[in-house]
């Protein structure tokens, strides 16, 4: 099954750049936000439900478009 998510997200620019200056990361603020929500999401729903019903679960990224 396909499943399309798309939406916007309000974020302070200025704490973001802190964050990812901290952390050494180089991509824009747009690029490492959309990462960090896509990647973290996925392991998120999968360890989910891999603890609730046990079943071994692979979400899979079949197009990532960062809008640019």
Do not use: P
Not at 6 to 21: A, F, G, H, Q
Not at 34 to 63: F, K, P, W
């Amino acid at each position: 099954m396909k499943v399309k998510v798309d939406c916007t997200l309000e974020i302070d620019s200025e704490v973001m750049k802190t964050y990812i200056d901290d952390m050494g990361d180089h991509e824009s603020i747009k690029e490492f936000v959309v990462n960090y929500i896509i990647t973290g999401g996925i392991m998120c729903l999968d360890e989910s439900i891999n603890n609730a019903i046990g079943e071994e679960h692979v979400t899979q990224i079949l197009r990532w478009d960062l809008g640019c």
